[in-house]
T-cell receptor, first 114, second 111 residues
């Protein structure tokens, strides 16, 4: 059974702080993704990675960076948190290639920036 | 501009009846579509998918229909159960393994 875990379920940070969100998957998936979910906007892709040390910008990368030093771990970094980054952050992983495009999601981190 | 649109923010259905959730897309290059279900405080879970070479895919109570000429897909749930109450997201493969998601539809199944 695929498991994607996220380091925190709830997080409260102050404006200007550097924030790290960690994600780990245990299925040896090549691809990993970071999304944010906001009401009325659905899931929007921030960054994704298709291999170790590889990353690609998603649709809303501004204000974020990522790191993937090991295959199973993908970190999202908010360099200087702002109130408009208050959101639900979801990590996902998937197999590479075209066998299936299904993504497996973690439980999410509810981040509040005050 | 949203490439995947779920125009109904919410839907309310009586238990035992059919639930129909709709999704429209604008990019004719999309070739694979997925539906996800999300409960509060949990991550989305995969429900069912369909390739653009098909027009229907069934899995138990869930059926997805694809109308490529209309750029429209729908998810049918028959019969609906209270446990189906959740947010449903439609997604399309843009390229590689990148998915584009709709805004979601909240389904409430009343008992």
């Amino acid at each position: 059974d695929v498991k994607v875990t996220q380091s925190s379920r709830y997080l409260v940070k102050r404006t200007g702080e550097k924030v790290f969100l960690e994600c780990v998957q245990d299925m040896d998936h090549e691809n990993m993704f970071w999304y944010r979910q906001d009401p009325g906007l659905g899931l929007r892709l921030i960054y994704f990675s298709y291999d170790v040390k590889m990353k690609e910008k998603g649709d809303i990368p501004e204000g974020y960076s990522v790191s993937r030093e090991k295959k199973e771990r993908f970190s999202l970094i908010l360099e200087s948190a702002s109130t408009n980054q208050t959101s639900m952050y979801l990590c996902a992983s998937s197999f590479g290639g075209s066998v299936s495009y299904e993504q497996y999601f973690g439980p999410g981190t509810r981040l509040t920036v005050t | 501009d949203q490439q995947v649109k779920q125009n109904s923010p919410s839907l309310s259905v009586q238990e035992g009846r059919i639930s129909i959730l709709n999704c429209d897309y604008t990019n004719s290059m999309f070739d694979y579509f997925l539906w996800y279900k999300k409960y509060p405080a949990e991550g989305p879970t995969f429900l069912i998918s369909i390739s653009s070479i098909k027009d229907k895919n069934e899995d138990g109570r869930f059926t997805v229909f694809l109308n490529k000429s209309a750029k429209h897909l729908s998810l049918h749930i028959v019969p609906s159960q209270p446990g189906d109450s959740a947010v449903y997201f439609c997604a399309a493969r843009e390229y590689g393994n990148k998915l584009v998601f709709g805004a979601g539809t909240i389904l409430r199944v009343k008992s």
